[in-house]
């Protein structure tokens, strides 16, 4: 806007879809767009609108909002979605017989994010500057959903080992170690009170 002169309109827009997700029409499909800067005059405002008008008449779902607000949502949704599909392609996943309803769903991701060209793919990260803190923050929620499983494993495997009672008290009396002694080393013996107890 700064280097455009100002009798330059800028209509900024952003369809939601791409080849695949729209081959077999447009009917439905969201149409992103911002009038950052349409000029008064009668001739101007209807040349905004007659753009428009070509995505209203395919029966596209027409938004209005801020380029700025946009790029927040698109981060969130459109870079996340082609995030995932290109994470999944790269497991190279294949239909089976038994394919449930939420397998399906996911060889369809990776089909409509996977067929689209790398350069799509790089822009949406390159010129959005909430990109990165969408991948750091899937980063962290991976980490998080693997302690969380390795944490639930780790006390199914202590209440085999120990039971649920007294085997817990006695394993929850032991010191902590800050540090693992090397492999061979003997670890530290139970506490008083439980070697009393034995006695």
């Not at 309109?9 to 950052?36: Q, R």
């Not at 991701?109 to 923050?137: C, H, I, P, W």
């Amino acid at each position: 806007m700064q280097i455009l002169p100002v009798d330059f309109d800028i209509l900024c827009t952003h369809p939601m879809f791409g080849p695949e997700s729209g081959k077999n029409g447009w009917n439905g499909l969201t149409f992103v767009y911002d009038k950052a800067r349409i000029g008064d005059e009668e001739s101007r405002v209807l040349r905004c609108q007659r753009f428009l008008d070509v995505f209203v008449k395919e029966g596209c779902r027409m938004v209005e909002m801020s380029c700025a607000e946009h790029d927040r949502y698109a981060a969130g949704s459109q870079f996340i979605t082609h995030t995932m599909g290109r994470v999944l392609e790269k497991l190279r996943l294949e239909s089976t017989p038994v394919n449930t309803k939420g397998y399906e769903t996911l060889l369809n991701l990776v089909e409509n994010t996977a067929s689209d060209s790398f350069d799509l793919y790089y822009g949406l990260f390159m010129y959005n500057k909430n990109a990165m803190e969408q991948l750091e923050r899937l980063d962290l929620a991976f980490e998080s959903l693997k302690k969380e499983l390795f944490g639930h494993l780790h006390d199914v495997l202590r209440k085999q080992l120990f039971g649920k009672a007294e085997g817990l008290e006695i394993l929850e009396e032991r010191p902590v170690l800050s540090k693992l002694p090397p492999n061979g080393a003997a670890l530290p013996p139970p506490s008083d009170s439980v070697g009393a107890q034995n006695n």
